[in-house]
């Protein structure tokens, strides 16, 4: 019923600047508007952890370490999540998935892949 694919991933020297989108495809009967979106990341051989969310409200919610330097904002009549990033680092790098919310019952987007160089 929902199918997220995610863009915008590449490969940026550190201090630059990423923009990531997420369209959410959703089947009608169901409200976009209502679903928050997560944004979470892995690296190969780790666990995936939590970057970002906004709800249906607009709240938001971040992990430490990107808080200050990331940021995340949805646009409902395109339903598109995105999630700038800006100064990022080499310990941002991973591959990116936005999801549904709760993670525990989430459907995932395929991930885009973000490499910050030194």
């Known amino acids: 019923q929902v199918q997220l694919a995610e863009s915008g991933g590449g490969l940026v020297r550190t201090g630059e600047s990423l923009r990531l989108s997420c369209v959410v495809s959703i089947s009608s009967g169901l409200d976009f508007k209502r679903r928050a979106v997560g944004w979470s990341r892995q690296t190969p051989g780790d666990e995936r952890t939590f970057v970002a969310s906004?709800?249906?409200?607009?709240?938001?919610l971040y992990a430490d370490s990107v808080k200050g330097r990331f940021t995340v904002s949805r646009d409902n009549d395109k339903k598109t999540a995105y999630l700038q990033m800006n100064n990022l680092t080499p310990e941002d790098t991973g591959t990116y998935y936005c999801h549904t919310m709760p993670i525990s019952e989430a459907t995932w987007g395929q991930g885009t892949r973000v490499t910050v160089s030194t």
């Open positions: 906004i709800g249906s409200f607009g709240d938001t």
